[in-house]
């Protein structure tokens, strides 16, 4: 065994069916009892207001306001009315926007949260904020911004659209495919990383064919929470940089983005993470790692290409510029031309270079 070091995350999980039903009695043991609760528009008449319910006088506020890679604008608006309400403590229930948004508060505010994710985007299991601000993604770590504890209820993500569940999916798996060549790679986020790409890969074409299918949304779920933890406890590399690049300067969507980058920026670290690479190979069950994503998405019907997700031919030289500016470090070193030729190829939804 080689040389390492690995710090677990703090925080409580509850993994079920139904277990919204649990999140005032999550909060009596945080010793809480005013709850500020943040959701998205999507969740206001649904989901959030059967938390509201849940919560019954716990509930001191309400926000719907969660928008994509988490405005600095809209925080500081919903930071006004958290602070009229003067809560304890702060209950997100939403994608990984919403859960953004709880932890801009909470990074502002030292409030504790409570995370109930409805997507797989993972973001509930990092110390990981990222914001926007003047059309720059930044991100920071903190453990100011961890969940004190996560509820995972599959049922809420039952009526997740397949696109959506298929997108968000790959944005986990991202987390946890960087994980395995990490720079401060580990042998205990490896082996939930190889669980959680495996899950996933399992349970996403299960759920394309059958949304409803309980035991591939449970896997998938569980995947997510597996992909998110990976990303709590290790670097990221160039894949992450690229898609906050794209999202933050091109206001790309955020988990189509990671589809379509995914298997390009695995071809691009081919031969310099071989090892990493050939357990995510064997994660999927085939013999390409970068490959095998690609033919994953193509099969489930995700976008392949930067194009199909809005992103202009003309964009290509300034996002490699901006890309190659202030690079993550990478197990193969990025140089502009390569990234050009990684977004061009991306961009035209080719499948990746060998
Ligand atoms: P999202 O939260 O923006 O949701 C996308 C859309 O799907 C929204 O319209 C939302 O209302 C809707 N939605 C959410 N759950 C749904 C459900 N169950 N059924 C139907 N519709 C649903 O998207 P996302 O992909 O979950 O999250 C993306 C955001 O998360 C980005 O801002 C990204 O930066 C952030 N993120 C952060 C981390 C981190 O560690 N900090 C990790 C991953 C993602």
Same mark, same amino acid.
Request: aromatic share 4%.
């Given at each position: ?8 995350? =703090? ?44 919560? $019954?006088?716990?509930?001191? $506020? ?6 994509? =890679? ?23 229930? *939403?994608? *990984?926007?919403?859960? $953004? ?14 995370? %109930? ?10 110390? %990981? ?5 003047? $059309? ?67 349970? !996403? ?13 449970? /896997? ?10 990976? !990303? *709590? ?81 003309? /964009? !290509?030289?300034?996002?490699?510029? %901006? ?18 030729? !990684? ?12």
């Amino acid at each position: 065994m080689d040389a390492f070091e690995y710090t677990p995350l =703090h925080g409580r999980v509850v993994f079920g069916h139904g277990t919204l039903a649990r999140v005032a009695e999550e909060l009596s043991l945080l010793g809480c009892r005013r709850a500020f609760v943040l959701s998205d528009l999507h969740h206001a008449k649904t989901a959030a207001a059967k938390l509201l319910e849940v919560l $019954g006088d716990r509930a001191v $506020g309400l926000s719907t306001d969660a928008v994509m =890679h988490t405005p600095v604008e809209v925080t500081e608006r919903v930071l006004d009315r958290v602070s009229e309400a003067s809560p304890d403590c702060l209950v997100s229930l *939403g994608g *990984g926007s919403t859960t $953004g948004l709880s932890k801009a508060v909470a990074f502002r505010t030292g409030l504790p949260q409570i995370a %109930i994710p409805t997507t797989y985007a993972g973001s509930e299991a990092t110390p %990981i904020l990222g914001q926007t601000e003047q $059309g720059r993604k930044t991100t920071l770590r903190s453990l100011k911004v961890l969940p004190r504890v996560v509820v995972y209820d599959v049922d809420l993500t039952l009526d997740m659209p397949v696109r959506l569940s298929v997108v968000s999916g790959a944005n986990a798996m991202a987390h946890a495919v960087e994980a395995l060549y990490a720079k401060d790679g580990n042998p205990v986020t490896s082996l939930l990383a190889e669980q959680g790409i495996a899950a996933l890969g399992r349970a !996403l074409p299960l759920i394309a064919a059958d949304t409803q299918h309980r035991k591939a949304r449970s /896997d998938a779920l569980f995947g997510a929470w597996a992909c998110g933890n990976c !990303l *709590g406890t290790v670097g990221m590399a160039l894949h992450h940089k690229l898609c906050h690049m794209l999202g933050g300067s091109f206001d790309l969507p955020h988990a189509e983005t990671h589809t379509v980058i995914l298997p390009h920026a695995v071809a691009f670290n081919r031969s310099a993470a071989p090892r990493a690479l050939a357990r995510v190979a064997r994660a999927l069950g085939v013999d390409d790692a970068a490959d095998g994503l690609f033919d994953l998405a193509h099969k489930l019907d995700a976008p392949t290409s930067l194009k199909a997700i809005g992103m202009a031919e003309s /964009d !290509l030289d300034k996002a490699a510029e %901006i890309a190659t500016s202030v690079p993550y470090w990478n197990p193969r070193p990025v140089d502009k031309g390569a990234i050009r030729a !990684l977004l061009e190829d991306a961009y035209h939804g080719r499948r990746p270079s060998h």
